[in-house]
């Protein structure tokens, strides 16, 4: 592995035999086989009014998640539509290129359809956070903090009785946390932070960062590329073949030889 393109972060400083193997390299989520394979699907059709009212009449504990701050559980549909239209098909060119830029023994372990499908409906919880929080121009209060986590698992919760991948669910659960346990939502026994986990949480977290939101501008490349190393890659939360393979796919590699 070439590592001139690391070293400008500083990656050779960081101690790379904790990365030895890649941890979820090759493991999984439990329970989930070496051969299974996700079911080719966009998710699309998970993502209609009539699909998501459907999947909330099939499960009562929504309403527990989610009551304190949507009792009648209205639905952010215009909010929805504005993620699917941008980040999440940014998610999935950003992942396509993360993978192609990965080694070869790297990419055979990696389950690209799980992946899209996830991308695809990873924030599909987000349809039952209010408007008022979810698009809100200023910073939120801790108590907003508290319920915008909450869409990962009403995501899940949302998913759990369709015929969508158990690998998938588990993949939209958790595309906020991570092998330090420092994201949400909190970890069950079936928690892996594996290859295709690191690879989805890395192309939410740099569009998150390149896009325009009501609260923010876009950052440059640049700009999310460093944030990205200093809050994921020096902390272990992401290995860095993954984190090179998207500074080559951004095709950015010239502009980084003065980052500190």
């Known amino acids: 592995m070439d590592f001139r393109i690391l070293s400008s972060f500083g990656i050779n400083s960081i101690n790379k035999s904790k990365f030895q193997p890649l941890k979820g390299h090759n493991v999984t989520f439990v329970g989930q086989n070496a051969d299974d394979r996700v079911e080719i699907n966009s998710g699309g059709k998970y993502l209609s009014e009539s699909s ?70 990873h924030d599909i919880g987000k349809v039952l956070i209010p408007s008022e929080i979810l698009n809100k121009p200023g910073k939120l209060t801790n108590q907003e903090h508290v319920i915008m986590e909450k869409h990962s698992t009403l995501g899940y919760e949302l998913l759990k009785n369709t015929n969508v991948d158990e690998y998938v669910k588990k993949l939209v659960k958790y595309h906020h946390q991570n092998a330090n346990l420092t994201g949400y939502p909190k970890i069950d026994d079936e928690f892996e932070p594996d290859i295709n986990l690191q690879i989805l949480s890395l192309a939410d977290t740099y569009s998150a960062l390149t896009e325009k939101r009501p609260y923010k501008e876009a950052l440059s490349p640049k700009q999310a590329l460093t944030i990205i190393y200093h809050q994921k890659i020096k902390s272990g939360e992401i290995h860095p073949f993954i984190f090179n393979a998207l500074i080559k796919s951004v095709n950015q590699v010239p502009a980084f030889s003065n980052i500190n």
Do not use: C, W, Y
């Open 52 to 121: 998501i009212r459907q999947m909330i009449q099939n499960n009562p504990k929504i309403q527990e998640i989610i009551g304190d701050v949507n009792p009648n559980l209205e639905l952010n549909l215009d909010g929805l539509a504005k993620i699917q239209q941008g980040h999440s098909s940014d998610m999935k060119r950003i992942s396509s290129q993360i993978i192609d830029n990965l080694p070869q023994s790297m990419q055979s372990n990696i389950n690209k359809e799980a992946i899209f499908e996830a991308a695809t409906l």
